[in-house]
């Protein structure tokens, strides 16, 4: 099952017996630690994946709800948590119940969960009602705003997200994991043996590359700390910079044509450049960390420039910056679609998925609508048979036109 699903679960457990199931020890790999570890592990691996882990408690009511959906679901990336589930289970009053379920986040049941006298059983799907499934679901996605869940961090500062014992383990977890953890593996890297520090980046005494499989090529960060070097929706940034990729002068074209088409080329040399002035232990992505456009070190405001690459927004204060809609933002001033500054009055702005307009423009991303935006409607979207694309009925007070993809401009068509 190579798609988002996990496992939901509530159990009754008191709020001191939550606490001693964190300190419980419990195999995991080839070693044994205890289950605050685990979940602090599993929490800070997925964060880079998608992944979602909620441990959460209702002091008064005894009730629990831990939820670990992985964004690529298999029975083999399921396996650590298991004896997490069976140390609660043993954790828990001999009296105490729970229920809960593997399941996707349509939802779909592919096996139900059971934890009675102290012990988990796993069983078919069909011993889990579905009002029940859909009880667990709706619990999950009580935890997202927006449909977004947050990165482990913040999921940390939230007040009512993660239990008060899972924010003491993991504060342990990351004092030893940056304090012992990673120093000393980072140090025992060698070019035979390098250290990975996340996705395709590797290092070994003291230089930070990454492994271009593509090309074959090893792409080297200038000037990096790989004790603090990370990824930042995209970008890679440590303590004190943060880079793009871009080509290298007189490197052959990025793709070349083949056929019909065209296709990345292999013989195409990038390389990593610090952007200039962005200060790296501040730089962060805001909003959806999966499909922002924006990002700031807390001074500027940067967004991506066709041409340029990674660039601040002129003129602009990063405290008075605000997404706003889908896909813009602003300052209370200027508007703009990744780099690109609209030419749209602030204080009578309205926007509607790609769509944003005042009384005057209307723009989809970054590309004018020829409609006037005091009378402008959605009338409809739809995905016709064969295109490729979103199609829009659009329409103001003179007249109605159809958006289709590659931005064109079509006649009405009453059928749509």
């Avoid at 001999?94 to 059983?121: D, Y």
């Avoid at 001074?299 to 990063?318: E, N, S, T």
Wanted: include cysteine.
């Amino acid at each position: 099952m190579a798609e988002p699903a996990g496992i939901l679960i509530e159990a009754q457990i008191t709020e001191k017996r939550l606490a001693s199931f964190f300190k419980q020890q419990i195999s995991h790999g080839t070693r044994k630690t205890c289950a605050g570890h685990v979940l602090s592990e599993l929490l800070d691996q997925g964060d880079r994946y998608g992944d979602i882990l909620i441990v959460n408690h209702d002091p008064e009511s005894g009730t629990l709800f831990l939820a670990w959906v992985l964004n690529r679901y298999s029975p083999e990336a399921a396996t650590p948590i298991w004896p997490v589930l069976d140390a609660l289970a043993h954790e828990m009053e001999p009296t105490a119940l729970g229920r809960g379920a593997v399941t996707s986040i349509l939802p779909e049941c592919v096996r139900s969960l059971r934890i009675r006298n102290g012990r988990l059983t796993r069983g078919p799907a069909r011993l889990l009602p579905r009002r029940e499934l859909e009880r667990l679901s709706d619990r999950l996605w009580s935890f997202a705003s927006k449909d977004e869940f947050p990165d482990a961090a913040r999921s940390m500062r939230s007040r009512d997200y993660q239990c008060k014992a899972f924010k003491a383990a993991w504060k342990d977890y990351r004092k030893w994991h940056d304090e012992r953890e990673r120093p000393a593996r980072i140090a025992a890297a060698t070019e035979e043996s390098p250290y990975r520090l996340v996705n395709h980046v590797f290092c070994w005494n003291g230089r930070v590359v990454e492994r271009d499989d593509y090309s074959g090529r090893d792409l080297a960060f200038p000037g990096a700390d790989p004790e603090t070097f990370r990824m930042e929706a995209g970008f890679y940034a440590d303590k004190n910079h943060v880079w793009q990729r871009r080509l290298a002068n007189g490197s052959p074209p990025p793709r070349i044509e083949v056929g019909g088409g065209s296709i990345n080329n292999r013989a195409a040399i990038w390389e990593y450049h610090i952007v200039a002035g962005a200060v790296g232990d501040d730089f962060t992505w805001i909003g959806d960390r999966w499909d922002t456009i924006f990002w700031t070190d807390k001074r500027r405001i940067y967004a991506h420039d066709k041409k340029l690459g990674l660039i601040p927004l002129p003129d602009v204060d990063a405290s008075e910056f605000r997404l706003h809609g889908q896909c813009f933002g602003t300052d209370g001033n200027s508007v703009f679609y990744n780099s690109r500054k609209l030419p749209l009055k602030v204080e009578s702005l309205q926007t509607e998925g790609f769509f944003i307009w005042d009384d005057d423009r209307v723009f989809m991303t970054d590309v004018e609508v020829p409609l006037s935006g005091k009378s402008f409607r959605i009338l409809a979207h739809k995905n016709p048979p064969g295109s490729i694309g979103q199609q829009s009925r659009l329409a103001d007070a003179d007249k109605t036109i159809i958006f289709g993809p590659g931005n064109t401009f079509l006649p009405d068509d009453p059928s749509f």
